[in-house]
């Protein structure tokens, strides 16, 4: 069903059902299902999910294809006394009036016009046709018969009977006019808009009409020939449909098209103008091949606005009440059908395979949605039953897991079952759903990487929410799989260190850092332990009682005599698995250097200008002499006698006659200073001419 296709994308949108535990990712975890969106993603067969986060018992529908030839699309529909409705095509093959009794479809009328744009029915059975030309027909057993012919009209949009007087209202293009037309065809204005289409109409009590247009989006209250108010400025550029509740509440759905990279007009004009009113959003699709957006609306008796719901992804179509007075929309892309309540809280109670719901009545006994392209006619069968069902997508617990006792809030009566598989796409695999178990126990399915939840709602009441599915997944181990070691500054290199360029300050701690694979996500605990090459024994370089998590560790090595040492880091997953099932891995390192000791000269004069030093280090190698002249801070590099800073000994020669004649008269002092490849460094001084 594509409910699950649309749902499925909205996840693809960054909303995913709750993933709980206890720890970070470890131990008992759980799927909780609590939201629209953690409940979205599978299908709806006879059951509605809302934005509050509950599913409902939903329509069942029966599907009766309309004739061939009859039309591809649906304008309208309308429901009559003896049971049977009546629907009107539009354009490709259309222009017909199609009556559907006993969910058999016939042909009733061809008014041969381009289509059926309205259908009205009065209460003394005469059934009214407005087309897509001046001519309004009268329905019969015979066919189509012309009722009335308007004048200066060039299209008729919409029909409404006022039930008090049986008089017709016709809204009408491109002159914007409301004709109203005796029960004989006598017509004549009764309206005039300053908009081009007038393509919605009702009548409320008292014989008020209401009138929608096209053009600026303006809905009218008509209360007696050519006088009226405006009712509301919509944001909109069309106002499609509106309806007239019993308590004098009326609706009215206007849609407009998206400004591409700026706020909607919709959303702009809720925020400014709507006067106590709530605006919530109702459940978001992801984008298809229909722009536009749709907003459903709502004036109270003294006609104060309140935008009830909207969808930014699609525009509506239709428009029905239900008995209670509740409203119902058809969208113009997905054949889906919406409700909303005084809360705001928003339901799915439809999605057919059709592109968009052309017409619904919801009123009375006769109870049904109208598909358009392709055109099916959808009684509605029933509320809850055996064969409404919801069922969830699959859940990925990332590995094979065990499920434990499920629970959930019903109201009704509600069966629950439950299936598991090991591939993402439910397959033959997988197992069998289960039978019905009962909330708190045991999920009655053997252990896997997925699971999936059906509810089965019995009755009208029905409701589901609030669903938690404990699963634990089998321990897998996380292992070390690479040891950085750096001094604090800078990166420690192994063999020769270029010279040249601000020596790096020596530190002796260590910052030592690691990646590891951790599949199941389990919170894991370090351990780091250090050895020098030669020997055989580890030592822990943290305190015993120190509980590291993080991968990485400042290794103080002040203490240590100078040398190559390696490390090695143990992962373990002990903090949140029983014992016994806990695992664990280590690594060593390369050979890490430890160096705290800086060089040595061995030798250190002045030869009249001429400076000759040998300096010696423990490790080495010498990366870099220099010298500084008369207590200066910049100090020049010099180069050793062999011409590269390649060994724990080098000995320079150098005459510095430049820099002694620079700095002025003498004597002067010159600072030598000599660095190793860790960066320790020693300062000696000499006398020159």
């Given amino acids: 069903m594509r409910f699950g296709d649309f749902l499925g994308s909205l996840l693809g949108f960054g909303l995913t059902v709750s993933l709980c535990a206890d720890a970070a990712g470890v131990g008992t975890r759980s799927f909780e299902l609590d939201s629209l969106e953690s409940f979205s993603g599978g299908a709806l067969q006879g059951a509605a999910v809302?934005?509050?986060?509950?599913?409902?018992?939903?329509?069942?529908?029966?599907?009766?294809?309309?004739?061939?030839?009859?039309?591809?699309?649906?304008?309208?529909?309308?429901?009559l006394a003896d049971g049977s409705v009546l629907v009107g095509t539009g354009p490709s093959s259309g222009g017909k009036v199609i009556r559907v009794a006993s969910d058999q479809a016939t042909l009733l009328a061809d008014t041969k016009e381009s289509a059926v744009s309205a259908l009205?029915?009065?209460?003394?059975?005469?059934?009214?046709?407005?087309?897509?030309?001046?001519?309004?027909?009268?329905?019969?057993?015979?066919?189509?018969?012309?009722?009335?012919?308007?004048?200066?009209?060039?299209?008729?949009?919409?029909?409404?009977?006022?039930?008090?007087?049986?008089?017709?209202?016709?809204?009408?293009?491109?002159?914007?006019?409301?004709?109203?037309?005796?029960?004989d065809g006598a017509a004549s204005v009764y309206f005039t808009s300053v908009d081009p289409f007038v393509v919605a109409l009702a009548v409320g009590e008292r014989g008020i009409v209401y009138a929608g247009t096209s053009g600026k989006g303006l809905l009218y209250r008509i209360v007696s020939p050519g006088r009226a108010t405006v009712l509301y400025d919509f944001p909109g550029s069309d106002i499609r449909a509106v309806a007239v509740a019993r308590n004098g509440v009326v609706y009215?759905?206007?849609?407009?098209?998206?400004?591409?990279?700026?706020?909607?007009?919709?959303?702009?004009?809720?925020?400014?103008?709507?006067?106590?009113?709530?605006?919530?959003?109702?459940?978001?699709?992801?984008?298809?091949?229909?722009?536009?957006?749709?907003?459903?609306?709502?004036?109270?008796?003294?006609?104060?606005?309140?935008?009830?719901?909207?969808?930014?992804?699609?525009?509506?179509?239709?428009?029905?009440l239900d008995d209670a007075g509740r409203p119902y929309v058809g969208t113009g892309a997905e054949g889906r059908v919406y409700t909303v309540d005084a809360t705001h809280v928003v339901s799915?109670?439809?999605?057919?395979?059709?592109?968009?719901?052309?017409?619904?009545?919801?009123?009375g006994?006769?109870?049904?949605?109208?598909?358009?392209?392709?055109?099916?006619?959808?009684?509605?069968?029933?509320?809850?039953?055996?064969?409404?069902?919801?069922?969830?997508?699959?859940?990925?617990?990332?590995?094979?897991a065990r499920f434990g006792h499920a629970t959930w809030r019903a109201g009704g009566t509600v069966q629950v079952s439950a299936r598991t598989g090991d591939t993402q796409t439910p397959d033959a695999t997988w197992s069998p759903w289960s039978e019905p178990f009962t909330n708190g126990a045991p999920v009655p399915t053997p252990p896997g990487r997925f699971v999936q939840v059906r509810a089965r709602l019995l009755d009208a009441v029905a409701t589901l929410s609030d669903v938690v599915v404990p699963f634990v997944t089998e321990n897998l181990r996380a292992i070390v799989t690479d040891i950085t070691a750096r001094e604090r500054g800078h990166e420690l290199k192994e063999g020769l260190v270029p010279s040249g360029g601000p020596p790096a300050k020596h530190d002796s701690a260590v910052h030592v850092s690691w990646k590891v694979d951790n599949p199941d996500g389990d919170e894991l605990r370090y351990r780091v332990q250090f050895r020098r090459d030669g020997q055989t024994r580890w030592t822990d370089a943290q305190r015993p009682d120190d509980v590291l998590t993080k991968p990485e560790l400042d290794w103080d090595t002040a203490t240590l005599s100078e040398g190559k040492y390696r490390l090695r880091i143990e992962a373990s997953d002990e903090m949140v698995n029983p014992l016994g099932n806990a695992t664990r891995s280590d690594l060593v390192s390369a050979p890490v250097l430890v160096d705290n000791t800086p060089p040595v000269f061995q030798s250190l004069a002045m030869q009249g200008r001429r400076l000759k030093a040998r300096v010696v280090d423990g490790l080495g190698p010498i990366v870099r002499i220099d010298v500084a002249i008369d207590g200066r801070t910049e100090f020049t590099p010099l180069s050793p006698i062999d011409g590269i800073f390649d060994t724990a000994d080098e000995s320079v020669d150098v005459d510095l006659t430049p820099l002694l004649v620079s700095a002025g008269s003498g004597p002067h002092i010159v600072a030598v200073r000599a660095l190793d490849a860790a960066g320790n460094d020693v300062v000696r001084d000499v006398e020159a001419p």
């Fill in 120 to 183: 009205a029915a009065d209460g003394h059975g005469n059934v009214y046709a407005a087309t897509t030309s001046n001519r309004v027909y009268r329905i019969t057993r015979n066919g189509a018969a012309l009722f009335a012919t308007l004048q200066d009209v060039d299209s008729v949009l919409s029909l409404a009977v006022d039930p008090a007087t049986g008089a017709l209202f016709a809204g009408t293009g491109s002159g914007g006019k409301v004709m109203r037309i005796t029960p």
């Fill in 252 to 320: 009215a759905v206007a849609n407009e098209e998206p400004a591409s990279g700026q706020e909607t007009g919709a959303e702009a004009s809720a925020n400014k103008r709507t006067a106590g009113g709530r605006t919530a959003a109702g459940p978001v699709a992801a984008p298809r091949s229909k722009p536009g957006h749709g907003s459903l609306w709502r004036f109270d008796e003294q006609g104060r606005p309140e935008r009830m719901m909207h969808h930014d992804e699609f525009h509506y179509a239709s428009l029905a």
């Fill in 365 to 400: 006994g006769s109870r049904f949605i109208v598909g358009s392209d392709p055109a099916v006619f959808h009684r509605i069968v029933s509320v809850g039953g055996p064969d409404s069902v919801w069922t969830s997508k699959p859940f990925d617990a990332g590995l094979r």
């Fill in 348 to 363: 799915l109670v439809a999605d057919t395979t059709e592109r968009q719901i052309g017409a619904m009545g919801l009123a």
């Fill in 50 to 79: 809302g934005s509050d986060g509950v599913v409902r018992a939903g329509w069942t529908l029966g599907n009766v294809p309309l004739p061939v030839g009859g039309g591809a699309t649906v304008m309208c529909a309308v429901a």
